[in-house]
T-cell receptor, first 112, second 110 residues
Framework: SQTIHQWPATLVQPVGSPLSLECTVEGTSNPNLYWYRQAAGRGLQLLFYSVGIGQISSEVPQNLSASRPQDRQFILSSKKLLLSDSGFYLC???????????FGPGTRLTVT | RKEVEQDPGPFNVPEGATVAFNCTYSNSASQSFFWYRQDCRKEPKLLMSVYSSGNEDGRFTAQLNRASQYISLLIRDSKLSDSATYLCVVNNQAGTALIFGKGTTLSVSS
């Protein structure tokens, strides 16, 4: 069966510090991978998606970036965090684009 | 018109009640439809896919009306454990990703 991991589970970072969140998927190959952000009391906002190694599509212009160095690894980064970057960051995978997605447990980021 | 629109609620119902959630979507070309459930401070989890002919999974029934661009979820015999936020989801215009509604909050009380 497939599992998706995210770490860390929680993170408190000062404004202006860098960020690196990691997501890995087990039990499948060539998944489509997604990063979402959910701000407090808000809906899910799609940030990035990837259909393969090195292929990243950005949905929202911002100070975040994503990379996919390996087939089942997806990384979300920032060089300098803003207060508005606080939120619940979720990684998801799917076999087929537009198909049902399965989420990791998420990282709760607080920028202070 | 928002891409996926839901009544935010909250819906407060007693145990055993039947409750229905509605959702409208703007992209007439959407082909994939889902309901997800999200518990407080947890990740969303797939509840069920929604098929054109309508489908049922135990106490849950989903309906799709393509002409009206409308999706519904019916929960019968509500349980305390059904308390959560229910997210209506459709695929985007390009078919490359999913668009999530903001969710409808359900609270079931004894």
């Amino acid at each position: 069966s497939q599992t998706i991991h995210q770490w860390p589970a929680t993170l408190v970072q000062p404004v202006g510090s860098p960020l690196s969140l990691e997501c890995t998927v087990e039990g499948t190959s060539n998944p489509n991978l997604y990063w979402y952000r959910q701000a407090a009391g808000r809906g899910l906002q799609l940030l990035f998606y990837s259909v393969g190694i090195g292929q990243i599509s950005s949905e929202v212009p911002q100070n975040l970036s994503a990379s996919r160095p390996q087939d089942r690894q997806f990384i979300l980064s920032s060089k300098k965090l803003l207060l508005s970057d606080s939120g619940f960051y979720l990684c998801a995978w799917t076999r087929a684009r537009g198909g049902e997605q399965y989420f990791g447990p998420g990282t709760r980021l607080t920028v202070t | 018109r928002k891409e996926v629109e839901q009544d935010p609620g909250p819906f407060n119902v007693p145990e055993g009640a039947t409750v229905a959630f509605n959702c409208t979507y703007s992209n007439s070309a959407s082909q994939s439809f889902f309901w997800y459930r999200q518990d407080c401070r947890k990740e969303p989890k797939l509840l069920m896919s929604v098929y054109s002919s309508g489908n049922e999974d135990g106490r849950f029934t989903a309906q799709l009306n393509r002409a009206s661009q409308y999706i519904s979820l019916l929960i019968r015999d509500s349980k305390l454990s059904d308390s959560a936020t229910y997210l209506c989801v459709v695929n985007n215009q390009a078919g490359t990703a999913l668009i999530f509604g903001k969710g409808t909050t359900l609270s079931v009380s004894s």
